[in-house]
């Protein structure tokens, strides 16, 4: 442990401070900042500067912060506090409570937000499928329990609804402990948040960590470590299997990249930082399961100009094991979720981990949409008409699989008026059989938008059915 140090230079969230010569704070670790009266502000050393100097982020605001301020190193990483006293409760990035509750008791277990991932020999790999309810997902991009899944998309095109949407559906029928890491996105989404699981009684199970972007850089860019850190806690003391939200992990790269800008570091491609892949690494890599507890990650990823090569986009994405692709243009015609078939993946849609049944229907629901797509131009063109007898056949068939693909959520309720829908995995695997063989040819398409299983779409059609002969004995 050094003795204290003394803040030479603020410029915004970068602190410069000297400590005695030979007895600088190691790169990580915490500095408490004093300041008169002010609150204590957090930093964490990024760099030594020189034998006497180290450069600092705050992880809090650093207004009013003067030069002499005195800052003191505790010898180890920031330390936030995990375990039973933080269920239900909303932290920020360094581990105070933001929910105006009770205070945390003073003999609070902690755990460093810095951790080195688990050695690969002691992790254990993801084959479970994790059922969500949401027929797309479950048949095209099966969730893994302990893998990791990412919801890529751009600006609107539905990642919070459905990041929300898989909450309700999993936490609710999960055994386990929820984390929630807010990064980066709007405050007011995360206060929403609370009082929804406070009242679909969920939160006694769940802790919130946030850092939004009102937060500064250091903060928005910790705010997943210090969630790991109440995940690990449950997963390696515990036993316990952990459901760790993130929305949005494209907000950690780019306060990654301010945090970088702020420190002077030339930038790298696109402008992010030359440590991109190796801070991205050091984030997924901490998501593991070891010793039979799982942590299974759902992260939603920003898309920037809806460019899927952007290097951000491209290092989260080879840490996934299912990647689920939103789509504008489903977006824009209504086509919710609008997750794009062909360009979603999983690597759990092997016969070997789904079965036999299921890996075909997909490749074949699959194979159906693509080639409808192929033959979209021409359809633009000539209409539909002008097709050949088989290619028809299956244009239509797609057009059916690509309706009933849509669900409307829970979530979505209060401005859509539809009731959510949970569909199982084995109804919508005889679903889209059942429109695969050709047994729904005959059924106008929507009958088949926005429904749960295949049963609904009958009683749909039926109801249409009797209303038309009603009417048709009317007049
Ligand atoms: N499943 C859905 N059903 C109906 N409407 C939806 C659905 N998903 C998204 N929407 C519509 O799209 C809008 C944007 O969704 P959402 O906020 O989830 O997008 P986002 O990708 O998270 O956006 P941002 O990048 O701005 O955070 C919603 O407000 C809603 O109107």
């Known amino acids: 442990m050094s003795g204290p140090g003394v803040i030479t230079a603020v410029r915004g969230a970068v602190l410069d401070i ?54 003191i190193a505790t010898g180890a990483p920031v330390m936030v506090p995990v375990g039973d006293a933080v269920l239900g409760r909303l932290l920020d990035a360094t581990g105070r409570i933001g929910d105006k509750g009770a205070a945390l008791p003073d003999d609070v277990p902690r755990a460093p937000i810095l951790q080195a991932a688990p050695a690969l020999a002691d992790q254990t790999a993801a084959t479970d499928v994790f059922e969500t309810g949401i027929k797309v997902i479950d048949l095209l991009t099966p969730l893994a329990h302990g893998g990791k899944a990412a919801m890529f998309g751009g600006a609107g095109v539905g990642k919070t609804v459905l990041v929300m949407e898989l909450i309700q559906a999993m936490v609710s029928g999960y055994q386990g402990i929820s984390v929630f890491a807010g990064i980066g996105e709007r405050s007011r989404e995360g206060h929403e948040l609370l009082l929804d699981m406070r009242n679909s009684g969920v939160l006694e199970r769940t802790v919130l960590v946030f850092g939004q972007m009102n937060e500064p850089p250091g903060a928005r860019w910790r705010v997943p470590m210090t969630a790991l850190a109440v995940a690990e806690h449950f997963r390696d003391q515990r036993g316990r299997n952990v459901l760790l939200l993130m929305d949005n992990v494209f907000r950690f790269v780019q ?32 998501i593991a399961s070891v010793g039979g507890a799982a942590v299974t990650a759902i992260e939603a990823v920003y898309v920037p100009a809806d460019d899927f090569t952007d290097p951000a986009v491209t290092a989260i994405a080879g840490h996934m094991d299912s990647l689920v692709v939103l789509s504008r243009s489903m977006a824009a015609e209504g086509m919710y979720p609008a997750i794009d078939p062909i360009a979603s993946s999983s690597t ?35 209409g539909l008409e002008e097709l050949g007898a088989e290619d028809r056949r299956l244009a239509e068939r797609a057009r059916r699989l690509q309706r009933f693909l849509t669900q409307p959520f829970k979530v979505t309720e209060a401005f859509t008026g539809t009731p959510g829908r949970s569909v199982r995995l084995a109804d919508t695997i005889a679903g889209c059989r059942a429109i695969l063989d050709g047994k729904c040819d005959d059924w106008p398409e929507d009958a088949l938008y926005m429904i749960g299983d295949l049963e609904e779409g009958r009683q749909r059609m039926e109801a249409r059915h009797r209303d038309e002969r009603r009417g048709d004995a009317a007049a």
């Open 18 to 71: 000297r400590f005695p010569a030979g007895d600088l704070p190691a790169i990580g670790h915490v500095l408490h900042v004093h300041d008169g009266d002010a609150p204590e502000i957090v930093a964490e050393v990024q760099s030594h500067l020189d034998r006497e100097h180290v450069r600092a982020i705050a992880l809090m605001p650093t207004g009013g912060l003067r030069r002499g301020a005195e800052a």
């Open 348 to 382: 759990l849609l092997d016969p070997l981990i789904v079965g036999e049944t299921h890996a075909r229907t997909a490749e074949e629901v699959r194979r159906t949409i693509e080639h409808y797509r192929e033959l979209q131009d021409v359809i633009s063109l000539l």
């Open 255 to 286: 306060a990654g990249m301010e945090v970088s800008g702020l420190l002077g570091r030339l930038p790298s491609r696109v402008g992010y930082q030359p440590t991109l892949a190796s801070e991205v690494a050091a984030l997924q890599e901490r």
